[in-house]
């Protein structure tokens, strides 16, 4: 079966950097779009930036521009999600998502394109 697994999250200084990790398997991860999205503490589930299946395309929520970078490893199954110049309001549990084409689909809900998701992975930005 599909399973995404986060890693890397933890505590950083507002500036800081982290990068996060989402290994894939039970699927064949060279032929979907991924993308990670977050939850904040008593907020929704938010897009934050998402990959097609080659990694020839990629996109960021507005917020994130500049600062976080995304990217994967065919070979090895594995998503990647550079944060840099962290915020406070990075604050967050981010997920990985598989997504349902091989390019990055925006819909209106993203369970209507994301049909895996990871447990997620802590991340605090405090100092």
């Known amino acids: 079966q599909v399973q995404l697994v986060e890693s890397g999250g933890g505590l950083a200084q507002p500036g800081g950097s982290l990068r996060l990790s989402c290994a894939a398997s039970?699927?064949?991860?060279?032929?979907?779009?991924m993308s990670w999205a977050r939850q904040a503490p008593g907020k929704g589930l938010e897009w934050v930036s998402g990959?097609?299946?080659?990694?020839?395309?990629?996109y960021y929520r507005d917020s994130v521009k500049g600062r976080f970078t995304i990217s994967r490893d065919n070979a090895k199954n594995t998503l990647y999600l550079q944060m840099n110049s962290l915020k406070p309001e990075d604050t967050a549990l981010y997920y990985c998502?598989?997504?349902?084409?091989?390019?990055?689909?925006?819909?209106?809900?993203?369970?209507?394109?994301?049909?895996?998701w990871g447990q997620g992975t802590q991340v605090i930005v405090s100092s």
């Open positions: 998502a598989k997504g349902r084409h091989t390019i990055v689909v925006f819909t209106p809900t993203l369970t209507d394109e994301y049909d895996n």
């Open positions: 039970g699927f064949n991860f060279s032929s979907y779009a």
């Open positions: 990959i097609y299946s080659d990694g020839s395309d990629t």
